[in-house]
């Protein structure tokens, strides 16, 4: 079992950066794959970007690619996403969500726990 946590949403202006934490609790944390996922009004959610358990493997949807980093640090079974150059349209709820096994990690349907989002608006 894992219980996920995000923090560090807020509002920011164009052009600002923002980051968000995502602390688990429980153990094995570095055997899961961790993806953050975003829900803007009115839209799908939408994958944002994922971390391999040991750090050593991300991928990104291409909109925040160059703008983006996710990080984990799993002695602290903290993941982290730094959002940098941000645009009114990244204003999102936030989700950071984990997975254990196989299965598409682009694919919400795959994974097992999630928390319980950050909202995160950019102001023009």
């Known amino acids: 079992q894992v219980q996920l946590r995000e923090s560090g949403g807020g509002l920011v202006q164009a052009g600002g950066s923002l980051g968000l934490s995502c602390a688990a609790s429980g153990r094995a944390f570095s055997t899961y794959v961790t993806g953050w996922f975003r829900r803007a009004p009115g839209k799908e959610r939408e994958f944002v970007a994922v971390?391999?358990?040991?750090?050593?493997?991300?991928y990104y949807v291409d909109s925040v690619k160059g703008r983006f980093t996710i990080s984990r640090d799993n002695a602290k079974n903290t993941v982290y996403l730094q959002m940098n150059s941000l645009k009114p349209e990244d204003t999102a709820v936030y989700y950071c969500a984990a997975k254990y096994g196989v299965g598409r990690p682009t694919d919400a349907g795959n994974y097992d726990y999630w928390g319980q989002g950050t909202q995160v608006t950019v102001s023009s």
């Open positions: 971390i391999s358990g040991s750090g050593g493997g991300t």
